[in-house]
T-cell receptor, first 112, second 110 residues
Framework: QQQVKQSPQSLIVQKGGISIINCAYE??????FPWYQQFPGKGPALLIAIRPDVSEKKEGRFTISFNKSAKQFSLHIMDSQPGDSATYFCAARSYNTDKLIFGTGTRLQVFP | DGGITQSPKYLFRKEGQNVTLSCEQN?????MYWYRQDPGQGLRLIYY???????QKGDIAEGYSVSREKKESFPLTVTSAQKNPTAFYLC?????????FGPGTRLTVT
């Protein structure tokens, strides 16, 4: 019940295309859903986050879509660029802890 | 410069030796965390601390120890009891739920 399931494991997208990464959870106590971007050999960087009281949040080319009833959330990267090539992790936090539960990551490759 | 620093970036040790990884933050965050990352896997929580002089075990605490004597520092010791210590270790801190990560330390034990 504490798991966050992330898919796909890897994703190849043409430059200018849309990258979509999906996550699903079971624990209804989760109340905060961040996405992290990690380049090889670096620490993850907080990209964008959403709380369950909204269904969508957009920051530049990055959008989180949240479906509370289906317990799913996804990251959309519009106009994907080669510089977006990285590993992306979704995560979830329960309202009564400060711990994040991470998905297993998606390796995105954007080709010119 | 505000942020989280981890040192060293690369660390090599012989089997059977304890090793301590440093994590320092100047963000004035109360909570700090240690994660382990292995290839093809997500981040697994080793230990976390929500306040000075207090810490809790995460999901994979066996073979590790921590201390939290100062708000800005949260060192992790990888002991000889840890069966597979070679990994990428990440420190994080948080305030208000948002976690921020350091650059990581890659530990290789041979």
């Amino acid at each position: 019940q504490q798991q966050v399931k992330q898919s796909p494991q890897s994703l190849i997208v043409q430059k200018g295309g849309i990258s979509i990464i999906n996550c699903a959870y079971e624990n209804t106590a989760f109340d905060y859903f961040p996405w992290y971007q990690q380049f090889p050999g670096k620490g993850p960087a907080l990209l964008i986050a959403i709380r369950p009281d909204v269904s969508e949040k957009k920051e530049g080319r990055f959008t989180i879509s949240f479906n509370k009833s289906a317990k799913q959330f996804s990251l959309h990267i519009m106009d994907s660029q080669p510089g977006d090539s990285a590993t992306y992790f979704c995560a979830a936090r329960s309202y009564n802890t400060d711990k994040l539960i991470f998905g297993t990551g998606t390796r995105l490759q954007v080709f010119p | 410069d505000g942020g989280i620093t981890q040192s060293p970036k690369y660390l090599f040790r012989k089997e059977g030796q304890n090793v301590t990884l440093s994590c320092e933050q100047n963000l004035n965050h109360d909570a700090m965390y240690w994660y382990r990352q292995d290839p093809g896997q997500g981040l697994r929580l080793i230990y976390y601390s929500q306040i000075v002089n207090d810490f809790q075990k995460g999901d994979i605490a066996e073979g590790y120890s921590v201390s939290r004597e100062k708000k800005e520092s949260f060192p992790l010791t990888v002991t000889s009891a840890q069966k597979n210590p070679t990994a990428f270790y990440l420190c994080a801190s948080s305030a208000g739920g948002e976690q921020y990560f350091g650059p990581g330390t890659r530990l290789t034990v041979t």
